[in-house]
């Protein structure tokens, strides 16, 4: 019941430091996970995507408060309960983020994390298949690929894009990430290539490297060092301790709760709560931050979607040939197609996602429309509005009060309804023409800013990305919790490592830059020179004060 290092959770950042940890054989590695096995194809068969994230038994299964800016509605919020956490539920798209946002980190006292400091870290943990020469990793862990774009949709979007004057990029991750282009999957040999597939489970077959089921309680600290950490198994109460250091890999929503049910927080909060006050951070839970989406949906007039396996006899089929054979619908998210575009001039990086999916349906698995249809999943990724993590009670088997504050910054909204209008653009291209069909949502009678408006109060979603709620900065920086090696200020010998500790969102789905996260964290955590800084320079577009285009 003891290890030199404990990590607490074993998702997207703790399964790559289980991997580097232990990696030169010196140390010994617990990683303590509360969810269980991964096995199964609910979760490896890459179709199947919107099935664990709506279980229970892979899914915390946490809900905002009602949303004041959203008709008040209570906003779903999945983390992953299992062996990989998100990556073991989440759509498997790979997107390292624009350069400029890991220049922001510096800018905001993650001194060390700029884009030429993380560049080296993207490149030793992918294993790239098509990406661009020199800009991408070719023998590290996380396969990543792109898919088969045997639906003619695929092309048809990228083409559209660049038919209303966009840019295209071959290779997002690469050099230029802005423009139309093919999507990037963690997905190999037909299989979800999660964090657990990639990282944890060859880890695991190291001698030094165990995974121990429970519920972590809280961080034990004995004269203001973390020494282990407090577990439930089996119904009884345990320590299990750590010779050199905690880390804590446990979300944006967990990190910030077992950090505060240790006694490292807002001291007020703690002390409300009947906790004693450890460390008073008071940027613990707050700075929460996270993208927004909604479904652009259109009829298709040409039967080409992936409407006709929706019926459960064709699931079962597509089912059956990635069982027997690793191939057909099953091998795909089928998010292949996507864009990175700049809402207006002046904006120097993109600030708009979309992902193209052939068919029209939703999260749920439930159609739109009773017939063929595709849709965009489009979002503004740089909103300003910021939310918070606390505690329910000092129960730790409570869910944590979690807030967005969503669409609580004017601009926010004044950048979806340009969302709106931009994709009426992209789809109205001649590309599009043969199938084309009428909208389905929002809606063609849905114009007016005020329309528009009430369209996005009751249908924006969570695309699932939230990040800050420990911040990562100067160690005199009031509401920073981890200083630039991702220790915690005011404890020694605890770090955390998680999306929780980005100071200010990335451009684009986390999984890629939460693992990124992992791997840089494990080098100051072995006290190793970090990977030489880059000198490549990013593709910047020579318009970006004229013209969003």
Same mark, same amino acid.
């Given at each position: ?17 289980? @991997? ?29 995507l ?5 279980? +229970? ?37 790979y ?14 006292g ?10 080296? @870290? ?11 020469e ?15 774009? =045997?639906? &003619? ?14 840019e ?15 999507m ?8 979800r ?8 489970? &060859?880890?695991? !077959? ?19 060092? =973390?020494?282990?950490v ?5 119904? !009884? ?19 910030? !709760? ?21 460390? +008073?951070?008071?940027?613990?839970? =707050?700075?929460?931050? +996270?993208h927004?989406?909604?479904?652009f ?9 992936? @409407? ?7 699931q ?11 191939s ?19 904006v120097?990086q993109?600030?708009?996602?979309y ?55 004017p ?13 009426r ?7 599009f ?13 849905v114009?007016? +800013? ?11 979603e969570s ?9 990562m ?7 920073a ?31 890629g830059?939460?693992?990124?996260t ?17 000198n490549?320079?990013p ?11």
């Amino acid at each position: 019941m003891q290890a030199d290092f404990i990590i607490v959770g074993s998702g997207s950042a703790g399964s790559a430091l289980a @991997y580097r940890l232990s990696e030169d054989g010196k140390h010994s590695v617990l990683v303590l996970e509360f969810g269980g096995s991964d096995l199964g194809p609910f979760i490896q068969m890459p179709a199947a995507l919107a099935w664990p994230m709506s279980m +229970d038994r892979y899914n915390w299964g946490y809900l905002s408060e009602p949303e004041p800016n959203l008709n008040d509605r209570r906003i779903t919020a999945p983390r992953g309960k299992v062996i990989g956490g998100s990556s073991s539920i989440n759509g498997m798209v790979y997107v390292r983020g624009h350069a400029e946002d890991f220049n922001r980190w510096e800018e905001l006292g993650a001194r060390g994390w700029a884009y030429a400091d993380v560049l080296p @870290y993207f490149k030793r943990m992918e294993h790239s298949h098509g990406g661009e020469e020199g800009w991408r990793g070719g023998d590290g862990p996380l396969h990543v690929q792109r898919g088969g774009v =045997a639906n &003619p949709l695929f092309r048809t979007f990228v083409d559209a894009g660049r038919q209303a004057g966009f840019e295209t990029t071959d290779d997002y991750n690469g050099s230029k990430q802005e423009g139309f282009g093919l999507m990037e999957q963690t997905i190999w040999q037909a299989r979800r290539w999660s964090a657990a597939n990639a990282y944890l489970k &060859p880890a695991l !077959k190291r001698p030094n490297v165990r995974l121990l089921r429970g519920f972590a309680r809280r961080i034990v600290i004995e004269d203001g060092r =973390a020494v282990g950490v407090e577990i439930e198994r089996s119904g !009884k109460i345990e320590v299990v301790r750590a010779n050199r250091e905690v880390i804590v890999s446990a979300s944006s929503f967990n990190s910030p !709760k077992l950090l505060m049910l240790s006694g490292i927080g807002p001291a007020e909060h703690l002390q409300e709560m009947g906790i004693e006050v450890k460390a +008073d951070r008071p940027g613990v839970g =707050a700075n929460l931050q +996270d993208h927004m989406e909604f479904y652009f949906q259109q009829i298709s007039l040409k039967p080409v979607t992936l @409407y006709s396996w929706l019926p459960w006899f064709w699931q079962g089929v597509a089912g059956a040939q990635w069982m027997l054979f690793k191939s057909g619908l099953g091998a795909s998210n089928q998010f292949e197609a996507c864009a990175f575009l700049r809402s207006s001039a002046g904006v120097k990086q993109p600030d708009i996602q979309y992902h193209f999916l052939p068919v029209a349906i939703s999260y749920d698995g439930k159609a739109a429309a009773k017939s063929h249809g595709f849709q965009v999943h489009v979002g503004y990724n740089l909103s300003k509005s910021r939310g918070s993590v606390t505690l329910r009670s000092a129960d730790p088997k409570a869910d944590p009060v979690i807030r967005f504050n969503y669409m609580s910054h004017p601009e926010d909204w004044q950048k979806f309804r340009h969302c709106v209008r931009l994709t009426r653009e992209i789809f109205g291209q001649k590309a599009f023409e043969p199938y084309r069909g009428p909208e389905i949502q929002p809606g063609e009678h849905v114009q007016t +800013d005020d329309e528009i408006d009430a369209f996005l109060r009751e249908h924006l979603e969570s695309a699932y990305h939230p990040c800050g709620t420990c911040k990562m900065g100067d160690r005199d920086d009031p509401m920073a919790v981890v200083d630039h090696e991702t220790r915690v200020i005011g404890v020694d010998a605890l770090r955390v490592a998680d999306s929780s500790i980005f100071p200010h969102i990335t451009y684009g789905n986390l999984n890629g830059p939460s693992i990124m996260t992992g791997e840089k964290a494990a080098d100051h955590i072995l006290g190793r020179q970090p990977l030489a800084r880059s000198n490549q320079q990013p593709w910047i577009s020579p318009r970006w004060e004229t013209s969003d285009r």
